[in-house]
């Protein structure tokens, strides 16, 4: 009798489990990269045609005062935090300064710990390397390039927008005209199809599923897609076919029944200029932080045929964390350390209905957003402190206070009546008071970037999870090599990474020219892919502090496709690790692109 009773309540617990788990809200978010307002017919009728995306807009809630950092990285780092990008270690997109600490926890950690299946499609640019890869970081399926967009150094060699192989769950995919649902291979076509396959399987297992789908294109370098409508330039035909997979995938989810119950989220990564804001990508004006939101959740009362509406307080990319636990009722993962608090708010209040019900707290917020670009933060760089003044619910103010440097002025522009910001009215009296505020606004949030801004982010080494690392030139804290085409000219470039050994062990050091993959270059001195060098001598040096583990030369054999080192009893712990490549008259060369580091076996 008691194993019946038993057997009854498990089973009847798996169905509940089960019908709570179809009832949950699925949430995708896509997010292409280096565009804006100007991007979509909806907000410029002679500019690219986007009909798909228009048709979207017209469906959903508008977050008409969404902001993004002024580039790629730290937006992302702030969106999938919570937390200001610059307080999790990312003020950079290379030097090592794009990867986000591993101790930070991250949206797919908490979508994981709901239940959530996880999945990210296209571009992180948040670290290629244990322990800051997606797969570390949440996302139980990866499909990914590597690097900051194709054809970056840390990206498969030779990659483009419409050749290239693809990291898919750690083993490698090359796209082919078969995969796609548009006609030719084109790497959106190509991660929309993995994220629809992604979903399929999780609706059969009828288990919630976030997509994260941060699009690398329309980044630099553009190239033509095969579906390229006639006359329209490269960058326009890839905005145009980011629509149509757009419309592929709201097709998709009204043909499988799950659109109404779908948080579909549409925005972009920083601004890539715009008409009728002032900057561009970089800049810490509204141009370069102000971006296209659209969030459209037909079952939750968010948007849908007739019920588009817009919202019009400040908001940024650090509140959706916090407004995903929010509508969804997600619960943090357990014992979050208070330093790694969400600074973000969640802006479900002005998403419930049309009126705002008052929401005290939030009213108060100030949004600090900045571009540093820097080896350590500094502060006064390209600041731009945003917050909004309200009597009741009307909004009277929109302010933004800006500093380009430690040695330039301070500029205030009030957007809600000033929105190109021509206008700088910091030295009208009248607004003391709120510049008073505003720089106090961005001494606190300076205080939280300080605790830990001399910390490096330090990429794992002799670790199970990644048995070879390739330390990239990308990521040198000194003179990058971020393109796959300095590489080929042989362009110099120096600098050390930082490192953590996790075991006290013998490691072997490959340094290369050219990356494994490449099939015509396999010596250190051909040239099938660029320029010759006349690789002689390389050298390692590994330290930390002033204790120096090793400083070792090595002549190169010009037919080799490396010079190896083997170098025993390498401390567990942090350390710099710098390597040189110079010709027989011990001048520098190039740089040590690839470094491929393993434990001895």
């Given at each position: ?12 617990l798996?169905v ?140 498969y ?36 199809n ?6 399929d ?45 757009m ?31 002032r ?44 407004t ?81 440097s ?13 929105e ?116 002689a001598i390389?050298r ?27 170098l ?11 390597t ?11 740089a ?10």
């Open positions: 009798m008691n194993i019946k009773i038993i057997t009854t309540f498990t089973l009847l798996m509940t489990v089960n019908i709570f788990a179809q009832d949950r809200p699925n949430v995708i978010f896509v997010m292409p990269d280096d565009i804006s307002h100007n991007a979509f017919s909806y907000y410029k009728k002679n500019g690219p045609r986007t009909p798909n995306i228009d048709a979207l807009a017209n469906e959903s809630v508008r977050l008409t005062d969404f902001h993004v950092s002024p580039s790629c990285s730290p937006t992302r780092a702030a969106l999938l935090t919570g937390r200001p990008s610059d307080v999790v270690g990312v003020w950079h997109t290379i030097n090592g300064r794009n990867m986000m600490r591993a101790d930070e926890i991250t949206m797919a950690d908490v979508f994981k710990e709901n239940g959530y299946a996880t999945g990210l499609f296209f571009k992180w640019h948040l670290g290629d390397n244990y322990p800051f890869r997606p797969k570390d970081r949440g996302f139980e399926y990866v499909a990914w390039i590597k690097g900051g967009g194709t054809g970056q150094q840390p990206d060699w030779d990659n483009t927008n419409n050749h290239a192989n693809i990291w898919v769950n750690d083993s490698l995919v090359k796209m082919t005209d078969e995969d796609d649902g548009i006609k030719g291979a084109f790497t959106n076509n190509f991660f929309f993995r994220a629809m396959e992604f979903m399987a999780n609706i059969e297992k009828k288990k919630p599923f976030f997509v994260y789908l941060p699009l690398g294109t329309a980044h630099a370098p553009h190239v033509t897609p095969p579906d390229a409508r006639k006359g329209a330039s490269a960058k326009t035909a890839t905005i145009e076919n980011i629509d149509k997979n419309g592929r995938l709201m097709q998709y989810l009204d043909d499988r029944g799950i659109a109404d119950n779908t948080i579909l989220i549409f925005t972009t990564d920083n601004g890539g200029g715009s008409d009728q804001l900057g561009g990508k970089g800049s810490n004006y509204d141009g370069g932080t102000r971006v296209p939101s659209f969030v459209r959740w037909k079952k939750g009362g968010l948007g849908g045929v007739g019920k588009a509406r817009e919202v019009t307080p400040l908001t940024a990319h650090i509140d959706w964390l916090p995903f636990m929010d509508i969804l009722d997600l619960k943090d993962v357990p014992n979050r350390p208070e330093k790694l608090k969400i600074r973000g708010k969640s802006f479900k209040p002005f998403l419930d209905k049309d009126s705002l019900n008052d929401p005290v707290e939030y009213k108060k917020r100030a949004v600090i957003i900045n571009d540093m670009w820097t080896e350590f933060p500094e502060k006064y760089k390209k600041l731009s402190v945003k917050k909004d003044i309200w009597d009741g619910n009307t909004i009277t103010h929109k302010w933004r206070l800006i500093r380009n430690v040695n330039s002025n301070w500029e205030l522009y009030d957007v809600l009546v000033d190109k910001q021509k206008v700088d009215v910091i030295k009208n009296s009248a607004n003391d008071v709120i510049v008073s505020e505003l720089k106090e606004e961005y001494e606190k949030w300076w205080q939280l970037v300080d605790e830990r801004s001399d910390e490096y982010t330090r990429i794992v080494l002799g670790n199970d999870a990644e048995p070879e690392t390739d330390l990239h030139a990308m990521d040198f804290h000194g003179t990058v090599i971020w393109e796959q085409n300095a590489v080929k000219k042989g362009d110099k470039g120096s600098g050390f990474i930082a490192v953590e050994f996790d075991k006290t062990r013998t490691y072997n050091f490959d340094l290369r020219r050219w990356p494994k993959e490449i099939e015509n270059e396999t010596t250190l001195t051909s040239a099938g892919s660029g320029v010759a060098l006349p690789i390389a390692i040096k590994i330290w930390n502090g002033d204790t120096i583990y090793v400083d070792e030369t090595k002549k190169a054999n010009p037919n080799a496709d490396g010079v190896k080192f083997t025993k009893n390498l401390p567990k712990g942090s350390a710099f690790i710098q040189w490549f110079y010709n027989a008259s011990e001048e520098m060369e190039g040590v692109y690839y470094n491929y580091v393993s434990l001895k076996e």
